[in-house]
């Protein structure tokens, strides 16, 4: 269970990237090709783990949006939420390098969009994510916190997130299911 909660707490903290070495428990072997058997054999966490290791790149494996995509597709076919949590966000880092490496050409129009999707944020409104339109919302929960059997299943399946014990007025409440994304309760300051 420690393992779900670290990786959920990965994706939709705000400003996290894509950590393979997080998700592993900071072990520091690593064999692809065990890794890649597993993964066609059906096991979710090695491709997950291959996806991630691929988004970063590290001494072994060159970054590549593209394998990494192929590994994060696998692990959401066998039915592994984080797997096309994976998939969702790959696509956006894809789209923030890309924009990257042209606005340091001196493309105006691509600093303005990278700085869009940089600070892009959703909402939960009406009961619905706000990036694309889902009902399936959960929660985040802060505090200190002794979950129970009905609550660690929640837990499990990510309807609840453990959001730590430091929390603000700008931490968020809500998390869509079926596409990752933090969300926010609109103030009427967000809609002036």
């Not at 894509?18 to 090695?46: I, Y």
């Not at 390098?97 to 493309?107: F, N, P, Q």
Request: with cysteine; charged share 30%.
């Amino acid at each position: 269970m420690k393992m779900k909660l670290l990786l959920i707490m990965l994706f939709v903290g705000l400003g996290t990237s894509l950590n393979a070495e997080a998700f592993m428990g900071f072990d520091s072997t690593f064999d692809f090709d065990v890794s890649k058997t597993a993964c066609d054999e059906g096991n979710a966490r090695e491709c997950i783990i291959l996806s991630l290791m691929y988004i970063k790149g590290t001494d072994e494996l060159e970054k590549d949006y593209k394998k990494a995509k192929f590994f994060a597709e696998k692990a959401c076919e066998y039915k592994h939420r984080m797997g096309c949590m994976i998939l969702l966000n790959i696509d956006e880092e894809e789209a923030k390098e890309i924009l990257a490496k042209r606005c340091s050409d001196g493309d105006d129009k691509a600093c303005l969009d990278l700085k869009k999707l940089n600070n892009q944020i959703y909402y939960l409104i009406d009961g619905k994510c706000s990036k694309c339109d889902s009902s399936n919302i959960g929660k985040y929960l802060y505090g200190l916190v002794h979950p129970d059997e009905k609550m660690e299943v929640k837990i499990d399946k990510g309807e609840i997130i453990l959001g730590g014990c430091m929390i603000s007025e700008d931490s968020p409440k809500y998390h869509c299911l079926k596409c990752g994304a933090t969300l926010y309760v609109q103030t009427p300051i967000d809609n002036k």
